[in-house]
């Protein structure tokens, strides 16, 4: 099944320098060009925003357009002269499984309830997980358990915050 997104989605990205990594590199500055996006496979067109840093801290955010995300697939670079490794981001949800949060009180950062239906433990085990819409949308985390009866996926590190009931998420299976 094919997701189509008609809604703005915004990316944080870190940004590596080319003379002390893996240190962040802050304070980069970017021009039409530096960008770029390309819908379903076609050609690479430069962002409408550019992306801008987030406090010092060497993590850049960067919304793409409802018109950018029109489309099953999109694939964002960033490349940038100073920055050792360019962004390369592949987000689709073409014949990948979609859910939504369910509300629990057990949902936390880095462990929440779904609506998925498969009931085998660790069935997701190794997938990513990629909100796609709510507070988390953008986020990408690895899928490092699956309760099969709970429906509780659990993810390598932390969320920025609690996925609320209702939020989409798509799974992305390596």
Known sequence: MSVRRAQPLTLSV??????NRPARRSG???????????????????????PVEIGTSGRYALTLTAEEMDAAWVHVKIEK???????????GTAGNPTGAVVSDAGNGANTFKT????????????????????????????VTG??????????????????TAGDRFVLINL
């Not at 002269?81 to 987000?91: A, R, S």
């Not at 099969?148 to 390598?156: A, D, K």
């Open 115 to 142: 609506d998925l239906p498969e009931t085998a433990n660790d069935h997701w085990k190794d997938c990513l997980v990629l909100f796609t819409s709510g507070a988390l949308a953008g986020q990408v985390k690895k």
């Open 81 to 91: 002269d100073g920055i050792i490794d360019p962004v390369d981001l592949v987000l």
């Open 14 to 19: 870190p940004l590596v320098g080319l003379t």
């Open 28 to 50: 980069v500055t970017f021009v039409a060009g530096d960008c770029q996006v390309s819908k379903d496979g076609g050609p690479f067109v430069n962002t409408t925003n550019l």
């Open 146 to 163: 699956y309760n099969g009866t709970t429906r509780f996926v659990t993810v390598n590190n932390p969320f920025t915050g609690i996925p």
